[in-house]
């Protein structure tokens, strides 16, 4: 038996985006209804051996055996999976495969009752039971607050394409709200939304749901709003949390800073990241080399950030610290 690595729950990777003409036959998504399972307080964690993904418990216990070849983390009460190229399974926490995806090649997490999932180098939703967005963004993100983002590239060359795309939003009907206009642009919390366009000389500022702009657009980058905070860098390396009239609550003492999850924030200092308070106090050291927002009382810290493979944890060594600062699980290569 090889050695079990425990992954972040969310697994997202970058693709390389495929332009060419291609005849797109949408087909019948689901072979079978998904019931998602109601126990949605059981928290289970992504695992790994022998090149296979599964699901563990807090305390690295095997829950879900490691078999398939891609797995996500676990939402609504319900996880994709992939079991063959092409083929997605969702399985509820009892590991039991309760619907199938097929001629697809990513699922991610559900989010307000819809999930991305791509084919080829195009976007679209769906629900627990058929495609209900067809395939034809360019990228898209999950749904918040009634609201996705997605983009479409313009022009007539892969290379035009690949340098004019634009993001707007959609709603669950995959009408668009707001028009595509965005350089950039995050998700809506706490009614407003990061966005950066070229009208601003790709500064960021944060927007209503009718698009207009109710933070000014003078920030080198910004994130989500949580818990009434929100992450800006003012200038490189000069990061901190503006509240929602846009004064700078915190300063912007740190390297990069990172939206804010169940109470504490993660922040890179010279190069470390930690963790604060919504009081700006230093909670957890900055003394690791790369670390994830805490989920479920966990975070999870690296020796390297993750890379752009396959399998992009390979030959990262890594562990769970809790909000103390300690390890949880040991760190193992």
């Given amino acids: 038996m090889g050695k079990i690595i425990c992954l972040p729950v969310s697994i997202y990777r970058l693709h390389s985006i495929v332009f060419g003409i291609a005849l797109l036959v949408?087909?019948?998504?689901?072979?079978?209804?998904?019931?998602?399972?109601a126990n949605y307080g059981t928290a289970l964690y992504i695992i790994k051996q022998d090149g296979k993904y599964g699901y563990g418990d807090a305390d690295g216990h095997v829950v879900i055996p490691p078999v398939y070849l891609q797995a996500n983390r676990f939402s609504e009460g319900v996880a994709a999976v992939q079991i063959q190229k092409?083929?997605?399974?969702?399985?509820?926490?009892?590991?039991?495969?309760?619907?199938?995806?097929?001629?697809?090649?990513e699922v991610r997490e559900f989010s307000e009752g819809l999930a991305v999932v791509r084919r080829g180098a195009k976007y679209g939703y769906i629900d627990k039971k058929q495609l209900v967005v067809p395939f034809k963004f360019d990228a898209a993100d999950d749904f918040s607050e009634g609201l996705a983002v997605v983009a479409k590239r313009?022009?007539?060359?892969?290379?035009?394409?690949?340098?004019?795309i634009k993001y707007g939003y959609i709603d669950k009907d995959g009408t668009e709200v707001i028009d595509y206009q965005f350089r950039s642009a995050g998700k809506f919390k706490e009614g407003i939304a990061p966005v950066s366009s070229e009208a601003t000389g790709f500064r960021w500022g944060y927007i209503d749901k009718k698009g207009h702009y109710v933070i000014e657009a003078k920030y080198f980058t910004a994130r989500e709003f949580s818990d009434g905070?929100?992450?800006v860098t003012i200038a490189l390396g000069q990061s901190g949390f503006i509240d929602h009239q846009g004064s700078l609550v915190i300063p912007p003492l740190y390297s990069w800073t990172y939206s804010f999850s169940e109470g504490l924030a993660r922040v890179a200092v010279d190069g470390k990241y930690g963790f604060i308070d919504k009081n700006g106090n230093m909670v957890i050291k900055p003394m690791f080399n790369?670390?994830?927002?805490?989920?479920n009382g966990l975070a999870q810290i690296y020796d390297k950030s993750p890379g752009f493979s396959e399998d992009i944890y390979e030959?990262?060594?890594?562990?769970?610290?809790?909000?103390?600062g300690n390890v949880r699980w040991q760190i193992t290569k």
Avoid at 90 to 101: A, S, Y
Avoid at 158 to 164: D, P, Q, V
Avoid at 290 to 295: G, K, L, N, R, V
């Fill in 26 to 37: 949408l087909i019948n998504i689901f072979t079978s209804t998904v019931t998602a399972n």
């Fill in 86 to 105: 092409g083929f997605w399974g969702m399985i509820n926490t009892k590991g039991e495969i309760v619907g199938t995806l097929r001629n697809v090649d």
């Fill in 154 to 164: 313009e022009g007539n060359t892969i290379l035009e394409k690949l340098h004019n």
């Fill in 229 to 231: 905070l929100a992450p």
């Fill in 290 to 295: 790369y670390a994830d927002d805490f989920s």
């Fill in 315 to 324: 030959d990262v060594s890594f562990g769970y610290i809790d909000k103390s």
